[in-house]
């Protein structure tokens, strides 16, 4: 039985994943200031004392531009930190290091321009061939790991 050990991690790799992993995390919190943007340029909040506290604007849920930004964030929300968590475990499987850098690179890019075609631009099929690489990748080091601990 193969035990996970940290130290197979490439020391360039582990540049690698947490430089552009750390690029992923600016875009979520970009996300999150893009909402709140959205939410302040049409004074259109989601929790009646957020207006009564800025005395203007109204609450609804159902705005069609803030809608669209939550709903990028929350496919950021529930694919990202399972790339994370697979890419980690991955990573300790040895991968080639030119493999690995792609991988993640192109997980990476792939989420902004999901982004970026959800949320800012909404245009097909861009946001979904975004989405079925940065998942195609996830599976692929998911199954990956998973033969290489079996």
């Known amino acids: ?5 940290t130290s197979l991690i490439d020391p360039e790799l582990l540049r690698t994943f947490g430089f552009w992993g750390s690029i992923l995390c600016l875009k979520i919190v970009a996300v999150v200031a893009l909402t709140a943007r959205l939410r302040f340029k049409k ?4 929790n009646t004392d957020d207006v009564e506290y800025f005395k203007k604007g109204k609450v609804l849920n159902t ?9 990028a964030h929350l496919n950021d929300l529930e694919n990202i930190p399972l790339w ?3 890419t980690f475990l991955w990573l300790t499987t040895g991968p080639a290091v030119w493999l690995a850098a792609i991988l993640i690179r192109t ?7 999901h982004t970026l075609s959800y949320a800012v631009y909404p245009k097909q099929p861009y946001r979904a061939i ?3 690489l940065g998942l195609g990748i996830t599976i692929y080091q998911a199954i990956s790991t998973l033969l290489y601990y079996l």
Do not use: G, Q
């Not at 039985?1 to 050990?5: A, G, I, Q, S, V």
């Open 1 to 5: 039985m193969t035990t996970l050990n």
């Open 43 to 46: 004074k259109i909040f989601i």
């Open 63 to 71: 705005d069609p531009d803030i809608e669209r930004v939550r709903r």
């Open 84 to 86: 994370f968590f697979v």
């Open 107 to 113: 997980f990476v890019l792939a989420r902004i321009v």
């Open 130 to 132: 975004s989405f079925l």
